[in-house]
T-cell receptor
Framework: AQSVAQPEDQVNVAEGNPLTVKCTYSVSGNPYLFWYVQYPNRGLQFLLKYITGDNLVKGSYGFEAEFNKSQTSFHLKKPSALVSDSALYFCAVRDPRALTFGSGTRLQVQP | GAVVSQHPSWVICKSGTSVKIECRSLDFQATTMFWYRQFPKQSLMLMATSNEGSKATYEQGVEKDKFLINHASLTLSTLTVTSAHPEDSSFYIC????????????FGPGTRLTVT
């Protein structure tokens, strides 16, 4: 069975500093990987996805993620964090049936 | 971009009653729709997958007679929570997928259900 792991429940970063939210995956076959963001009492918003191609994927709101096959990781990054980036972030992997989500990481950006 | 709406955004109902939640894809045809449940500070748990015109596929442990899912058209899926109890109180989120959309799901804003 496929799975994703987000090892950090919360990440704290100062505004203007780079941020990284970690995700590792376990799949059989080629991984289809996604990052979503959730604001309080809202649904999920799509940030980016890796299907194939370049290992560095650029997404919405200045976020990017690096696919690393040898380390089975798909970490989310942003060069300069904003207070408005504070939210809950989910990594997910897709198989032909459905998405499987990680446990989520709460990002807190301090002013 | 693709937009998915849910109605209502929040609902309070009494124990023993039923409540229906609608999920609509507004500007695309959704061949597949998904229903998730999210408890506070937890991840999304897939409840069921529905394809237009066919019966929903429920995840293990989800009571199909309690959570009735209908996907009557390419733009509408409904989730009916029958004989609701307080333990059914949760945040329900739907998502929709377009055929050939590289597995990208578009999520609705969610429905907060409180059963008293």
């Amino acid at each position: 069975a496929q799975s994703v792991a987000q090892p950090e429940d919360q990440v704290n970063v100062a505004e203007g500093n780079p941020l990284t939210v970690k995700c590792t995956y376990s799949v059989s076959g080629n991984p289809y990987l996604f990052w979503y963001v959730q604001y309080p009492n809202r649904g999920l918003q799509f940030l980016l996805k890796y299907i194939t191609g370049d290992n560095l994927v650029k997404g919405s709101y200045g976020f990017e993620a690096e696919f690393n096959k040898s380390q089975t990781s798909f970490h989310l990054k942003k060069p300069s964090a904003l207070v408005s980036d504070s939210a809950l972030y989910f990594c997910a992997v897709r198989d032909p049936r459905a998405l499987t989500f990680g446990s989520g990481t709460r990002l807190q950006v301090q002013p | 971009g693709a937009v998915v709406s849910q109605h209502p955004s929040w609902v309070i109902c009494k124990s023993g009653t039923s409540v229906k939640i609608e999920c609509r894809s507004l500007d695309f045809q959704a061949t597949t729709m998904f229903w998730y449940r999210q408890f506070p500070k937890q991840s999304l748990m897939l409840m069921a997958t529905s394809n237009e015109g066919s019966k929903a596929t429920y995840e293990q442990g989800v009571e199909k007679d309690k959570f009735l899912i209908n996907h009557a058209s390419l733009t509408l899926s409904t989730l009916t929570v029958t004989s609701a109890h307080p333990e059914d109180s949760s945040f329900y989120i739907c998502s929709a997928e377009e055929a050939g959309g590289w597995y990208e799901q578009y999520f609705g804003p969610g429905t907060r259900l409180t059963v008293t």
